[in-house]
Nanobody, 123 residues
Framework: VQLQASGGGLVQAGGPLRLSCAVS????????MGWFRQAPGKEREFVAA????????LVAGSVKDRFTISRDNAKIAVTLQMNSLKPEDTAVYYC?????????????????WGQGTLVTVSS
């Protein structure tokens, strides 16, 4: 299983950015995908997760009013739409996938990880 994330970059505060992540390989084994982020000097934190087979989603309380996660019905992929970005959203964003179980905010439940994409929000 390989994950390819894209869409990171530099954006001004208040602007939007969209991250995408697609799975290749043994896609039939993937039942949920998530996004995590890690800011400099901080621990990795959960952002959002989505089932790949149902409409179930989970978004961290700190971003739920601004971020939306959605899945691609045609393939095993998810998109994280980030609106009203703030400088504190600056981080490396990681896409993750898990087989078995439901959506989860615990990074230990995810066996597959993408390479990370940097999001920088300027003030």
């Amino acid at each position: 299983v390989q994950l390819q994330a894209s869409g990171g970059g530099l954006v001004q505060a208040g602007g939007p950015l969209r991250l995408s992540c697609a799975v290749s390989g043994r896609t039939f084994s993937i039942y949920s995908m998530g996004w995590f982020r890690q800011a400099p000097g901080k621990e990795r934190e959960f952002v959002a997760a989505s089932s790949t087979t149902t409409k179930n989603t989970l978004v961290a309380g700190s971003v739920k009013d601004r971020f939306t996660i959605s899945r691609d019905n045609a393939k095993i992929a998810v998109t994280l739409q980030m609106n009203s970005l703030k400088p504190e959203d600056t981080a490396v964003y990681y896409c993750a996938a898990r087989s078995g179980g439901g959506i989860s905010s615990n990074d230990r439940n995810y066996a597959y990880w993408g390479q990370g994409t940097l999001v920088t929000v300027s003030s």
